[in-house]
């Protein structure tokens, strides 16, 4: 892309595409990135002119198409309901523009390797919104693996509950419709854990899964799985979409031989805690975790405004503009964004695998 400035198109203005606006907009006011948010797509007249109208967009469209072929856009977020992914980004790729498209990037891996091939045809760059690759706790616990002696890797369990997210939370119908969606809590939400676990751990060898379907909706709400990694560690994953009005919590613990990490994210107070051989546990709070965010994004505290600082780490929730800088950037250098497509795909061969496991009761081998 030789253009100095990007035109950002975004389709699909709901709960993640007003997200992802507002992370953007705080970084290009921030100075952080130079983008201009160009056009905007939504079948949903009311929430499309809405959103239009608190960003001054004034190129909006209600067929996706247009959006796509709009030449002031050059690169494209795709954030409708999961059942669209597959044929905006196969549109996207065909046009020549680059692509940001939500997870889960389609219903199975097939599908998603599917998108892998057209972007890699049509030689476009493709990122994929699997967001805790920015959390702060998250990369500081990898920063914490990097440097101190926690040994070889033992186990991981993650318990990410949510109350069910079609009257609550999100509001959307749509997650309880598996054509769709493409199933519950564990593509929806908790592709998000099986790929922190491949990222921590490395690849998964083999999946082990039961399901529930407590609400009787056409979509899982209960999801437990016993996943083996390539060198050896053992991970678990437990996975709930409930009808308890309590907080989002994914509750996250790693250990080493000779360490052990614990997270607590989504709750108000999120922290960290590590404990090393031979030491005291140190309790880790947020301000210490957006060091490790902003070391990773390449940007240091002590140089940027007080705006830029707050863009990247308090708005929203932070994670969103981090990834959208780190996007952003990638693509105007022309470089791979990370996470990408094959990213995706990695932690759909997993969901596929634990459903398959789930529905012969028996071990799935992969790799
Ligand atoms: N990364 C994350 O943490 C995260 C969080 C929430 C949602 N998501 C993902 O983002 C996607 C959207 O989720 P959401 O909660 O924002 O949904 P949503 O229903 O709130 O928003 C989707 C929007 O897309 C619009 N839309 C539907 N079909 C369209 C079409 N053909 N053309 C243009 N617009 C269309 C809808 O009118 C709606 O405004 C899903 O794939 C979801 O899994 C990711």
Known sequence: MSKAKTG?????TGNIGQMHLLGIAALREAGLVNVEIAALCDIDKESLNRTADLYEVNRIYDDYNDLINDENVDLVYVCTPTSKHIDIVKAAAKAHKDVFCEKPLAHSCPQARELLAVAKSEDIKAGVGLVLRFDPFLLYAKKLIETKDFGRPMQASIRDDQRFPVD????????????????????????HDIDLLRWFFGDITSVYAKIGFFSERE????????????????????????QVDRQNERS????????????????????????????LP?????????????EYLGVHSKNIAPEALDALTTVGTERFPAQSYSF?????????PSPNFLDAIAAHNVVDAAYESANKNRVIDLL
């Open 328 to 336: 952003i950037k990638a693509i105007q250098a022309d470089e791979d």
């Open 282 to 294: 140190v309790r880790i709070n947020v301000h210490e975790a957006n060091i490790a965010l902003l």
């Open 219 to 242: 979509v899982e709400d209960q999801a437990s799985l016993l996943m083996t990694h390539k060198d050896g560690a053992v991970s678990t994953l437990v996975s709930i979409w409930h």
């Open 168 to 191: 609550y939370g999100f509001y959307t119908q749509w997650r309880g419709d598996k054509s769709i969606a493409g199933g519950g809590t564990l593509i929806e939400h908790s592709i």
């Open 8 to 12: 950002l198109g975004l389709i699909g």
């Open 252 to 279: 996250i613990e790693f250990f080493f031989e000779n360490g052990f990490i614990t997270i607590r994210l989504e709750t108000e107070n999120r922290w960290l805690e590590y404990h090393l051989q031979n030491m």
